[in-house]
């Protein structure tokens, strides 16, 4: 939609792309690139044929959907639902046997972690979507959080983060909503594959599992919630106080 009201309204007012380049200040070359959808369109592109043409902000709905769309694109469709989800949660639970929850991670952490065999402007993207999601977090009004980890997730930190992401955890865990309890190394806890619980002032609550090659599912059928949730309560039991937990992460901070 944005590359065809562009080429109809350069047309429209007889402009080379030449002409419409030194109209806007930029090259010919980035006009024909979008044009041709060999490059996306830029937030500065959008804002300056509103200016020139005097549109009040059409090409910018147009790029902002643009933004979102590309951004759906880039999230797995069986994780879609939970991110559209989250920032109506008002409770969220998760236990994570293998790394840390996006929700806690730090951008460093988060880089690694989608880096790998990625191109270095689509792990830009991904970063950014991560950390965007944090922002539930930093709400007035944050949803209650419970999140069991792993002790071996947090010991296999690489040493050039595990400083940051340990002191990032600590931070999380003053809140007085949130909650992380570590599982020792020696707990008898084999599941091992990851799920969340998000519950919902006036909707039923909903659970996501997590899959190979990020081909998870979300649930919604209630049975298959509460089991989830039983099951997230039997492993709780096998953790370590919030106190303990604390002192288990902050020993292994100290270590780095």
């Given at each position: 939609?944005?590359?065809?009201?562009l080429?109809?309204?350069?047309?429209?007012?007889g402009?080379?792309?030449?002409?419409?380049?030194?109209?806007?200040?930029?090259?010919?070359?980035w006009?024909?690139?979008v044009?041709?959808?060999?490059k996306?369109p830029?937030?500065?592109?959008a804002d300056d044929?509103d200016t020139?043409?005097?549109?009040?902000?059409?090409f910018?709905?147009?790029?902002?959907?643009?933004?979102?769309?590309?951004?759906?694109?880039?999230?797995?469709?069986?994780?879609?639902?939970?991110?559209?989800a989250?920032p109506?949660?008002?409770?969220?639970?998760i236990?994570?046997?293998?790394?840390?929850?996006g929700l806690?991670?730090?951008?460093?952490?988060?880089?690694?972690?989608?880096?790998?065999g990625?191109?270095?402007d689509k792990?830009?993207?991904l970063?950014?979507?991560?950390?965007?999601r944090q922002?539930i977090?930093?709400?007035?009004?944050p949803?209650w959080?419970?999140?069991?980890?792993?002790?071996a997730?947090?010991?296999?930190l690489?040493?050039?983060?595990r400083?940051?992401?340990c002191?990032?955890?600590?931070d999380?865990?003053?809140?007085?909503?949130?909650?992380?309890q570590?599982?020792?190394?020696?707990?008898a806890?084999?599941?091992?594959?990851?799920?969340?619980?998000l519950?919902?002032k006036?909707?039923?609550?909903?659970?996501?599992?997590d899959?190979?090659?990020?081909?998870?599912?979300?649930?919604?059928?209630?049975?298959?919630?509460?089991?989830l949730?039983?099951?997230f309560?039997?492993?709780?039991?096998?953790?370590?106080?919030g106190?303990?937990?604390?002192?288990l992460?902050?020993t292994i901070?100290?270590s780095t």
């Amino acid at each position: 939609m944005f590359v065809n009201e562009l080429r109809a309204r350069r047309e429209a007012s007889g402009l080379s792309r030449n002409k419409l380049a030194a109209a806007l200040g930029c090259t010919p070359q980035w006009i024909a690139k979008v044009e041709t959808f060999e490059k996306p369109p830029s937030e500065g592109l959008a804002d300056d044929l509103d200016t020139y043409y005097q549109l009040g902000g059409a090409f910018r709905r147009m790029w902002e959907k643009h933004q979102e769309a590309r951004k759906s694109r880039l999230i797995p469709s069986g994780f879609r639902p939970l991110a559209e989800a989250e920032p109506d949660a008002s409770h969220i639970s998760i236990y994570e046997p293998l790394l840390l929850t996006g929700l806690l991670q730090t951008e460093k952490y988060a880089r690694f972690v989608l880096g790998a065999g990625m191109r270095a402007d689509k792990v830009d993207e991904l970063v950014a979507i991560r950390m965007g999601r944090q922002a539930i977090l930093q709400r007035v009004d944050p949803p209650w959080m419970f999140v069991l980890i792993r002790e071996a997730v947090i010991r296999d930190l690489r040493r050039e983060f595990r400083a940051d992401q340990c002191k990032h955890l600590l931070d999380v865990m003053e809140h007085p909503k949130m909650a992380v309890q570590v599982i020792p190394a020696d707990a008898a806890v084999f599941q091992p594959c990851g799920f969340q619980l998000l519950g919902f002032k006036r909707a039923p609550g909903v659970a996501y599992v997590d899959g190979v090659g990020q081909h998870g599912q979300v649930l919604t059928e209630p049975h298959d919630v509460q089991e989830l949730a039983i099951l997230f309560n039997v492993i709780r039991t096998a953790a370590l106080s919030g106190a303990e937990s604390e002192n288990l992460i902050r020993t292994i901070m100290e270590s780095t």
